[in-house]
């Protein structure tokens, strides 16, 4: 929460609340409205079953803190569109892996990208191999596991302030009722943060499939 306000702007509302919801509601992960985040129960226990070094929970709850930022109406509610998903969940899996390494280092780091790397690799047969920019919004495998892969990229690429910039930059000009952003602005704010001779890496990253 700290995180974000910091480097993306003020939380808007007073107050943040979790609740925990039945596991009957089938496929349901956690998903965060505005000031309310829940959480699937079953996830709350995973954390319980977890071997040394997992924590399922905190990095469900960074993400899920990070969509009072990016998506679900909260501040930024791209249209539904090609690329919508990159906006609300790739951001979202962004602001996990930066408070992951901050509380953890850099080889905990690494190794969470290498983790969603294999997610993607073994099961890519079945989503496809779509770049992010024109990701199907549904399409999970890209948006949330490719999606982290690529955002540690760039990460690599220009580093965590000046990513952090940019997202705050789009977050300033197409938060709602602003005009809602595509991934065409946010790749438009990163090469606005960052030297041309990035220009060209930041496009792969987000138009490579
Ligand atoms: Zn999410």
Redesign the pocket.
Known sequence: MLYCETNFGKYPFKTIRFAEISSFTRGFAATAYPATIYINEKQFHLNLTQGEGQDVINELAA??VS?QWWGNNAQMSPDYREGRGVL??TL?QYTQLMLYKNEYGKDKMLEMVKLYQNMYDSEKAFSGEEPLLTSDPNNSNVIYNKGLVKMYELYLLIGEEKINKALKNLLAKHKFPLQPPTTLNLIQELKMVSDKKNHIKIDAVFKNK
């Open positions: 993400h899920e969509h609300i969940e979202a």
